[in-house]
């Protein structure tokens, strides 16, 4: 069977990392949540005191550091690794969120980041989820999907990801970082959050999570479907 890329791309906190990990069991396919990578980054520039303007020190971090995922075989997620030390439960620390999109938003690690996730998914099989995978990192991937849903939901579905975490969070802090990010992401100069030309709008204000899978599973049949009588 044709070995697919999908892109799943759209706002923070409406589903996306969820949906991919699922649709990549189902078809047995490699997941990559390219969200965890800036994290990643973020945390690292973060911990060694190097600001988003001290480019040079930006480009050398970049050189030396070592982001990967790795299988957790007790939970089955994939989990982000930063110099062989498993970081996956600080990415997701609100002082990362509120920095993420000020990094995201530098050149040079887009750069490296798109460059990597290219590689990973040089073979296809893979479902990817981020904010530019169907329009940068692969404007060739088969099946697109660009998230959204209602804010107020988003943030009480992010606040309740940090409860499961023990970070407690004012509902209406969340907010304000989730505009932030969205403002930030929609507007910077390099590879901006948009919807591909291409891409399936997906609302999930008020579908399920299984619901959410299947439609992203009637997409992959529909391309296979194409694929076939190319």
Request: with cysteine; hydrophobic share 40%; glycine share 6%.
């Given at each position: 069977?044709?070995?697919?890329?999908?892109?799943?791309?759209?706002?923070?906190?409406?589903?996306?990392?969820?949906?991919?990990?699922?649709?990549?069991?189902?078809l047995?396919?490699?997941?990559?949540?390219?969200?965890?990578?800036?994290?990643?980054?973020?945390?690292?520039?973060?911990?060694?005191?190097?600001?988003c303007?001290?480019?040079p020190?930006?480009?050398?971090?970049?050189?030396?550091?070592?982001?990967?995922?790795r299988?957790?075989?007790?939970?089955?997620?994939?989990?982000l690794?930063l110099d062989?030390?498993?970081?996956?439960?600080?990415?997701?620390?609100?002082?990362?969120?509120?920095?993420?999109?000020?990094v995201?938003?530098?050149?040079?690690?887009?750069?490296?980041?798109?460059a990597?996730?290219q590689?990973?998914?040089?073979?296809?099989?893979?479902?990817?989820?981020?904010?530019?995978?169907?329009?940068t990192?692969?404007?060739?991937a088969?099946?697109?999907?660009?998230?959204?849903?209602?804010?107020?939901?988003r943030?009480?579905?992010?606040?309740?990801?940090l409860a499961?975490?023990?970070?407690?969070?004012?509902?209406?802090?969340?907010?304000?970082?989730?505009r932030?990010r969205?403002?930030i992401?929609s507007?910077?100069?390099e590879?901006?959050?948009?919807?591909a030309?291409?891409?399936?709008?997906?609302d999930?204000t008020?579908?399920?999570?299984?619901?959410?899978?299947?439609?992203?599973?009637?997409?992959?049949?529909?391309?296979?479907?194409?694929?076939g009588?190319a």
């Amino acid at each position: 069977m044709k070995q697919l890329v999908i892109a799943i791309d759209g706002y923070s906190s409406c589903g996306k990392s969820t949906t991919a990990k699922a649709v990549a069991h189902l078809l047995h396919y490699a997941y990559v949540d390219t969200g965890a990578m800036y994290r990643g980054v973020t945390l690292y520039l973060l911990e060694h005191g190097i600001a988003c303007d001290d480019l040079p020190a930006v480009e050398q971090a970049l050189k030396t550091l070592s982001v990967s995922f790795r299988r957790n075989r007790q939970t089955g997620r994939n989990e982000l690794f930063l110099d062989g030390v498993n970081r996956e439960d600080d990415i997701r620390q609100m002082r990362i969120s509120n920095s993420v999109s000020e990094v995201s938003v530098i050149p040079q690690v887009r750069h490296a980041l798109v460059a990597q996730q290219q590689r990973m998914g040089r073979k296809r099989g893979v479902v990817m989820d981020g904010r530019d995978i169907g329009t940068t990192v692969f404007p060739d991937a088969e099946v697109k999907i660009f998230m959204t849903a209602d804010m107020e939901l988003r943030a009480r579905r992010r606040q309740m990801e940090l409860a499961d975490k023990g970070e407690h969070v004012p509902l209406a802090e969340i907010i304000e970082n989730l505009r932030k990010r969205d403002h930030i992401d929609s507007n910077r100069a390099e590879s901006p959050l948009r919807r591909a030309a291409d891409a399936v709008l997906l609302d999930t204000t008020h579908i399920t999570i299984s619901e959410q899978v299947d439609f992203v599973l009637d997409q992959v049949s529909a391309a296979l479907f194409a694929a076939g009588r190319a």
